[in-house]
């Protein structure tokens, strides 16, 4: 059979291999930050080593891969490839990779995809951002066609879990956020900031929640820059600030007390050549950076320059964890209802393990879908990829819903009379009897 998406014919296990920011520090994980672009690479390259299904989870935080396997010797295969790929791809050596990442398989792989997507295993404790970060994490794979039955399963029942929590729970009441702390530290640098210049360099998600933030603190100069000015510029109408171009940075320096930066550059924006010559213009009047950015902004050698000082994510991290306490008794909660949810999820893939007739019918009809595209794309003349992509998601997502209406009643039914009719339904015994002819034909 051709079944590209679904090989419920051999044990199937999901994985995840990742680091994170308990796992290792930022200077190592800006170096395995996948950027938008890095993103479809790393998924064909999954793809064309026979990983059909894989997710690639990116953040400032983490950078996690998740992937599925027919039995465990094809698990650790996996791994090194991908150890090989990220070593080439990004120049690290091969003890980062093994000092500072971790390789979840089955009920602990989607147990921490559950936590991810919940807020449970971020560096603020229930942060909203981070739900978002996974759908879009999942989008992306979906439109370059790697992922099929096991992730879409997973995934979507991550997002219910999630939901779960968000509202069986108080984990969420009152979010946290980076961009949250980021306002907090620098209360706590200044005290009041209503008197205070800001210069924001981004005009993206991160840089947009700090700024309602900062907008609220009453500060009198807030000065938003951007490579994409007219980015900057309906980001000041927004929040009324002041668009500059990004070459004025040099001198907005001059003006304002602080910098927060969140940009998508993969090299550093400010230097600490630049920073130490605006400082005489200063006449060393202190200046404090927040660089909430993955891969970071500005130079950790800015530091080192009197009266500057730069706070970087994992300078965050400390702060964030004077407010677990308070979120200690929603974690909890919020940890029970996911063991829940990872024993129900664990039960219904033993089910699909354990029915072949489950199996039989997801053979069928991704046969059939796969077919009858081919023999529509064949009919076709100038078809584009994109469209052909679009077909090809369309088709798959009408045959998972179909699938799961049948293979639902199969599990909550399960009786002698409909297992019957299913069977007569998608041939099953008469698929069986062909491949036994056909192996003692081989005999």
Same mark, same amino acid.
Request: proline fraction near 2%; aromatic fraction near 8%; include cysteine.
């Given at each position: 059979m051709t079944s590209d998406i679904l090989l419920l014919e051999k044990n199937m296990h999901i994985n995840v291999?990742?680091?994170?920011?308990?796992?290792? @520090?930022?200077?190592?994980?800006?170096?395995? *930050?996948?950027?938008?672009?890095?993103? @479809?690479?790393?998924? #064909?390259?999954?793809?064309?080593? !026979?990983l059909y299904e894989s997710v690639v989870i990116s953040t400032c935080n983490r950078t996690e891969i998740y992937f599925c396997s027919d039995d465990s010797n094809n698990s650790e295969e996996s791994i090194k490839k991908i150890d090989a790929f990220l070593m080439e791809h990004f120049g690290v050596a091969l003890d980062w990779l093994k000092n500072?990442? *971790?390789?979840?398989?089955?009920?602990?792989?989607?147990?921490h995809l559950f936590l991810v997507a919940s807020g449970l295993d971020s560096m603020v404790i229930g942060e909203p951002q981070i739900?978002?970060?996974? #759908?879009?994490? *999942?989008?992306?794979?979906? %439109? +370059?066609?790697?992922? !099929?039955?096991f992730l879409d399963k997973? %995934?979507? #029942?991550?997002?219910?879990?999630?939901?779960?929590?968000?509202?069986?729970?108080?984990?969420? *009441?009152? @979010?946290?956020?980076?961009?949250?702390?980021? $306002?907090?530290?620098? /209360?706590?640098?200044?005290?009041?900031?209503?008197?205070?210049? $800001?210069?924001?360099? !981004?005009?993206?998600?991160?840089?947009?929640?700090?700024l309602k933030y900062f907008k609220k603190e009453g500060l009198t100069g807030i000065f938003i820059t951007n490579r994409t000015f007219q980015h900057a510029q309906k980001l000041a109408e927004d929040i009324t600030g002041i668009p500059c171009p990004l070459q004025d940075i040099p001198d907005l320096l001059t003006k304002v007390d602080m910098v927060l930066s969140s940009t998508g550059s993969e090299k550093p924006i400010i230097d600490k050549e630049l920073v130490v010559s605006i400082m005489k213009k200063r006449k060393n009047r202190p200046l404090f950076f927040i660089d909430i950015a993955m891969p970071r902004d500005i130079d950790p050698e800015v530091n080192h320059i009197e009266n500057v000082y730069l706070y970087d994510i994992d300078d965050l991290k400390g702060?964030?964890?004077? +407010?677990?306490?308070?979120?200690? /008794?929603?974690?909890? /909660?919020? +940890?029970? $209802?996911?063991?829940?949810?990872v024993?129900?999820?664990?039960?219904?893939?033993?089910?699909?393990? /354990?029915? @072949?007739?489950?199996? +039989?019918?997801?053979?069928?009809?991704?046969e059939t879908r796969s077919n009858e595209l081919k023999r529509m794309?064949?009919?076709?003349?100038?078809?584009?990829?994109?469209?052909?992509?679009?077909?090809?998601?369309?088709?798959?997502?009408?045959?998972? #819903?179909?699938?799961?209406r049948h293979i639902s009643l199969i599990r909550q039914n399960g009786s002698p009379s409909l297992l019957e009719i299913m069977k007569q339904l998608f041939k099953f015994e008469e698929e069986n009897e062909k491949e036994m002819d056909s192996g003692n034909e081989g005999k």
């Open positions: 291999f990742g680091l994170n920011h308990n796992t290792a @520090p930022i200077e190592i994980r800006e170096k395995l *930050y996948c950027s938008e672009s890095d993103v @479809p690479v790393i998924l #064909k390259k999954l793809k064309d080593w !026979g500072y990442t *971790y390789r979840f398989c089955d009920e602990e792989a989607y147990r739900l978002g970060q996974v #759908k879009d994490a *999942y989008r992306m794979a979906t %439109f +370059h066609n790697t992922t !099929g039955f997973a %995934f979507h #029942k991550t997002f219910n879990v999630a939901k779960r929590i968000r509202t069986e729970t108080r984990i969420g *009441y009152n @979010p946290l956020s980076i961009s949250s702390m980021a $306002i907090e530290l620098s /209360k706590k640098i200044f005290g009041e900031l209503n008197r205070k210049k $800001i210069l924001v360099i !981004g005009a993206g998600e991160m840089c947009e929640i700090a702060l964030s964890q004077q +407010h677990l306490s308070d979120r200690l /008794k929603e974690s909890e /909660k919020a +940890h029970t $209802i996911i063991e829940e949810e024993v129900k999820f664990s039960h219904w893939l033993e089910q699909l393990e /354990k029915n @072949p007739l489950i199996t +039989h019918i997801i053979d069928v009809v991704e794309m064949q009919k076709m003349k100038y078809v584009d990829e994109e469209t052909l992509r679009n077909m090809d998601l369309l088709t798959r997502s009408i045959v998972n #819903k179909l699938i799961h």
